[in-house]
């Protein structure tokens, strides 16, 4: 997720257990190959063998809508050591929709079969092209000739965002529309949207059909999720737990990060995690105007 789930929070949240892979924040492309240092940036798993620090799988994503172009970086993402390729035909921005990429492409069926197409045959045929759609632009229309010239064009999964771009992040998911996909579709489908809790994947495979989820949000809010869906344990971590983990990534962005990024990283976090934690929500409160990083760190140590 793009400015939220960067490399910092993947290696959290993965060593948390019970991701089978993860994709990193789209690569934008425009019309010509990018240099390593692209892929790099980011992606940095790439120089640790295309894993998280716990073994996790990264899988580049990129978003464009010129064949070629995206054809040459897939290619080199995975020379690079990427676990397969995601396409990103989600992407709801304004920015990125005005020059045809993300979810504008959702308009134009054959323009997702050309480039999942030419993805796909720039890579070796063992290498997993996955593409990440919603159920469309304005409306549902042309949802099943979207998923079919995915499949057609040639990837080998398929996750799908159960809401229109129109809908923006607006609850509900509609779970039940990618029940419609599952059944046009011979490729595994992969459910995602609005999966807060263990019960809420049990609503989304019972009315979706597909045990295959990708968690957004909800693992950043609860970041044991994906484990706890694997051992179907309800429980929320204790908050202590979950505040160590919040000291670690203040430790690992310190290093990393410029010092004017890192209150603003460390805040969108505690933002995400106070929607469970109450704690979480009386740290906000203490920290949300404070910029200086001494008292930030003190202040994660107490609560
Ligand atoms: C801040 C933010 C950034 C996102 N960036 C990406 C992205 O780069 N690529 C992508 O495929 N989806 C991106 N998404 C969409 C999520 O992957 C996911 O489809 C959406 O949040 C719904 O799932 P959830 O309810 O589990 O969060 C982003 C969402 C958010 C909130």
Known sequence: MEGLADVHLRRLLTAQGGFDWAVSEFVRVVDRAYPDRVFYNICPELLNGGKTDCGTPIRVQLLGSDSGAM???????????????????????????????????????????????????????????????????????????????????????MTVHARTRLQGYAPPAHWDELARIKSAINIPLIANGDIWTVEDYHACVATSGTTDVMLGRGAVRSPDLASRIRQNKMTEAQWQVVRHLLIDFWHDIRKTLPEKDCAGRLKQWVNHLRKVHPDAEALWHEIRTEKQWPKLERLIEAA
């Open 71 to 157: 054809a040459e970086n897939a290619r080199r993402a995975v020379e690079l050591g990427s676990y397969g390729i995601d396409i990103n035909f989600g992407c709801p921005s304004k920015t990125v929709n005005r020059r045809q990429g993300g979810a504008a492409m959702l308009k134009e069926p054959d323009s997702l079969y050309r480039i999942v197409n030419a993805v796909r045959r720039a890579l070796p045929q063992q290498i997993t092209v996955s593409a990440k759609m919603r159920l469309g632009y304005d409306d549902v229309s042309l949802m099943l000739d979207n998923a079919c010239a995915i499949e057609a064009g040639g990837a080998t999964e």
